[in-house]
């Protein structure tokens, strides 16, 4: 038998770099300064100017990123963060464990991706409800392609909300010809393993246009530094990126590019053979996929359950992001106010996720393909 296609294929990326990737790595072992050493200062500014953003500073996860963003707004207990249900559990967590609340709004059913509308109207509820303040609105790119950034953005202003673009699966991805890293006020991301631009542990970064909320982030990562490492100013975190994956991050960065070309690629193909079988999110017009997550929708729970079993005996892998939106999740469900997010909970049941890869070879996608259509 044909052997398994991988989800990912962190081995056959690592071969392609590995002259890089040891070069990088040496020159860590040799200065020995494995904590903001050059290493993070070089990475800060190569991610900066991928993305066009003023300012970029690296921290030691995505989650950690997050954290940072609302530390630095002062959000805390009797604060209202907005984001969507259908997200990874981090974007919820964070705004929870600083005291403040997350309210969970509906994602579009074309696009999945949180909708504008639908925030409006949570936003008016929270301000007639009376008992929290309307803070933040956390967007999540979710699998790759952008929010809709210039609606977030608009109601922002009109609302007065902090914007923070969860850019944990879509670093490199493209809105209007703009990579995403300005489209809000300050843009988190992960650089977890499985992620596009992924290390080989946790790490992540934030990108701000502004100088002193950069600041802030570098002293919040920092325990509340000042100006000297024994001047405490406020309450911050050990939440560093180590030079050691820094250093893996600048080799990865060297082939990103193509990396991201070879994913979209993929879809592309995806799309073609698979996008009149089964239903796939809608495009976001005039933006480019970071193509984190490829996924399809079935008709229902049952028809994702069976595809899933199919394709697993074929030697194909898929994933389920996320089988629970996030306001069913015991861990939320004293925070949510028991709104039912349709779109959210009807997704969760019938969406499954193909591997995408830069390493997945054409005769690997034709594979996935003709499984699928076999078994749609
Ligand atoms: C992965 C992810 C995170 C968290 O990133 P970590 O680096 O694992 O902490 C946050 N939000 C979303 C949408 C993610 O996919």
Same mark, same amino acid.
């Given at each position: 038998?044909?052997?398994?296609? *991988? ?27 494995? /904590?903001?050493?050059?290493? @993070? ?15 970029? /500073?690296?921290? %030691? ?28 559990? *981090? ?8 005291? *403040? ?21 949570? $936003? ?11 803070? *933040?609105?956390?967007? $999540? ?48 991301? %992960?650089?977890?393993? %499985? ?18 909320? =950069? ?62 079988? $089964?239903?796939?999110? =809608?495009? @976001? ?28 005996? %074929? ?50 996608? =034709?594979?996935?393909?003709?499984? /699928?259509?076999?078994? =749609?």
């Amino acid at each position: 038998m044909t052997p398994p296609v *991988a989800f990912l294929d962190l081995k056959a990326q690592q071969a392609r770099i590995a002259p890089e990737m040891r070069r990088r790595l040496e020159a860590v072992l040799a200065h020995c300064q494995f /904590v903001l050493g050059p290493e @993070v200062a070089e990475l800060e500014a190569a991610l900066a100017d991928f993305c066009g953003a003023a300012h970029c /500073v690296t921290v %030691s996860s995505g989650t950690d990123a997050l954290q940072i963003a609302l530390m630095a707004e002062g959000i805390g207990r009797g604060d209202a963060v907005f984001l969507p249900a259908f997200t990874y559990t *981090a974007t919820a967590e964070v705004p929870l464990v600083l005291g *403040a609340t997350p309210v969970f709004v509906d994602v579009d059913p074309r696009t999945f991706q949180i909708d504008p509308a639908h925030l409006a109207g949570r $936003v008016a509820e929270i301000r007639a409800a009376g008992r929290l303040r309307p803070r *933040a609105v956390i967007g $999540v790119d979710l699998f790759g392609q952008p929010a809709d950034w210039p609606a977030i953005a608009a109601l922002a202003a009109r609302e007065n909300l902090f914007t923070i673009d969860d850019c944990a699966q879509s670093f490199g991805a493209a809105l209007h010809g703009n990579r995403l890293g300005t489209a809000a006020d300050a843009t988190a991301t %992960s650089f977890f393993p %499985s992620k596009p631009l992924g290390a080989y542990g946790d790490g992540g970064a934030l990108f701000t246009e502004n100088a002193d909320r =950069a600041a802030l982030f570098r002293s919040l990562r920092t325990h509340g530094e000042g100006t000297t490492r024994y001047e405490v100013l406020r309450t911050g975190m050990n939440g560093r990126m180590d030079t050691l994956q820094a250093a893996i991050l600048l080799a990865k960065l060297t082939v990103f590019a193509e990396e991201m070309a070879a994913r979209a690629r993929i879809a592309a193909m995806y799309d073609r053979r698979l996008g009149n079988a $089964v239903a796939i999110p =809608a495009r @976001v017009p005039d933006s480019q996929s970071a193509w984190a997550i490829y996924a399809i929708l079935l008709p229902d729970e049952a028809a994702r359950d069976r595809m899933q079993s199919a394709l697993r005996a %074929s030697g194909i892998p898929t994933a389920i992001y996320y089988p629970r939106p996030l306001h069913h999740q015991p861990a939320y469900r004293d925070a949510h106010d028991g709104r039912s997010l349709p779109v959210s909970e009807d997704l969760a049941k019938r969406i499954l996720a193909l591997p995408i890869h830069p390493d997945l070879t054409d005769d690997e996608v =034709a594979r996935v393909c003709d499984a /699928v259509l076999a078994n =749609a």
